[in-house]
């Protein structure tokens, strides 16, 4: 069984500051390891996966987050966040070789401040 | 569809009662999920389809939720003597099966059970 622990869950930053969201997993298999992004009002959509080769993966919107096999974590992290990036963030897992059922973090608030 | 699309988007119900949600997952996508999201839980699997294989059913949280998919598309959850705890946002997601790891999450149905 898979478990996905989120350390924070609110994170207040002021624009144009750094910021990182912490994520941990525990699983006994191989696990695909995902970013899912929520902005208010609405649906869940993906940010970033990581599935193989390059442990470092980034999005679009220049999010990055860092695969530690050691450490068991996938944190997130942005070099300098916008208002825009204000959304509830979760981590998820999924076991390889498996289907893609997900097993999620509790959520991570990010609230960015002018 | 272009999306993943939920019916209705809000449900108010009165404990006891039985009530039917619909999904309308994207065009081609063969596998299908349920989740529910919860204040006290979070997001939680409830059910997978992948074509016409028998689902995968593990995360239902008891015998009163049941789900059907027709013909490989749309999926229903049905949620037998509704109560209260069964209050959340219940979301479907699809994908193109295999390991393409890529969910596309609708929009939700907020159920409330007075």
């Known amino acids: 069984a898979q478990s996905v622990t989120q350390l924070d869950s609110q994170v207040p930053v002021f624009e144009e500051a750094p910021v990182e969201l912490r994520c941990n997993y525990s699983?006994?298999?191989?696990?695909?390891l995902f970013w899912y992004v929520q902005y208010p009002n609405q649906g869940l959509q993906l940010l970033l996966k990581?599935?193989?080769?390059?442990?470092l993966v980034e999005s679009i919107n220049g999010f990055e987050a860092e695969f530690n096999k050691s450490q068991t974590s996938f944190h997130l992290r942005k070099p300098s966040v916008h208002i825009s990036d204000t959304a509830e963030y979760f981590c998820a897992v999924s076991e390889t070789g498996g289907y893609n059922k997900l097993i999620f973090g509790a959520g991570t608030r990010l609230a960015v401040h002018p | 569809g272009a999306g993943v699309s939920q019916s209705p988007s809000n449900k108010v119900t009165e404990k006891g009662k039985d009530v039917e949600l619909r999904c309308d997952p994207i065009?081609?996508?063969?596998?299908l999920y349920w989740y529910r999201q919860s204040l006290g839980q979070g997001l939680e699997f409830l059910i997978y389809f992948q074509g016409n294989s028998a689902p995968d059913k593990s995360g239902l949280p008891s015998d009163r939720f049941s789900a059907e998919r027709t013909g490989g598309s749309v999926s229903t959850l049905t949620i037998q003597r509704t109560q209260q705890e069964d209050s959340a946002v219940y979301l479907c997601?699809?994908?193109?099966?295999?390991?393409?790891?890529?969910?596309?999450f609708g929009p939700g149905t907020r159920l409330t059970v007075l």
């Open positions: 699983s006994s298999v191989s696990v695909y």
């Open positions: 990581y599935l193989s080769g390059s442990t």
């Open positions: 997601a699809t994908d193109r099966g295999g390991y393409t790891n890529t969910q596309y």
């Open positions: 065009s081609g996508h063969t596998a």
